[in-house]
């Protein structure tokens, strides 16, 4: 699997990369060989009252793009958010590969 990750407008800390990759090994287990590329965005934009962290996922399996985005005052939240969405299309890709 090929991991890269994009910082926008945030410091790049390997804490973050650490963070990220233990997060989707969990995905990683759910699609053995089959993911090829996982390309990981996290940033930061400035609102008006507040900054908000995002993060956005982009998953490219086989012939198929999955892919997901969570906005969040809190980047380690927005991570997990992501990373659960995430998780849900994968399930419910797999059922569609299983069913045909």
């Known amino acids: 699997m090929n991991l890269n990750i994009t910082f926008r407008h945030i410091e790049s800390t390997d804490a973050l990369k650490d963070y990220v990759q233990k997060r989707?090994?969990?995905i990683k287990r759910h699609l053995?060989?089959?993911?090829?590329?996982a390309n990981a965005i996290l940033g930061m934009e400035?609102?008006?009252?507040?900054?908000?962290?995002f993060a956005e996922i982009v998953l490219h399996v086989n012939r198929d793009?999955?892919?997901?985005?969570?906005a969040d005052p809190d980047l380690y939240k927005a991570i997990d958010e992501v990373i659960d969405k995430l998780e849900r299309q994968?399930?419910?890709?797999?059922?569609?590969?299983?069913g045909r």
Do not use: A, E, Q
């Open 32 to 37: 053995n060989r089959k993911l090829v590329d």
């Open 46 to 53: 400035n609102r008006k009252s507040t900054p908000i962290h």
């Open 90 to 98: 994968v399930k419910k890709y797999k059922t569609k590969l299983v």
């Open 24 to 26: 989707l090994g969990k």
């Open 65 to 70: 793009t999955l892919r997901s985005k969570v």
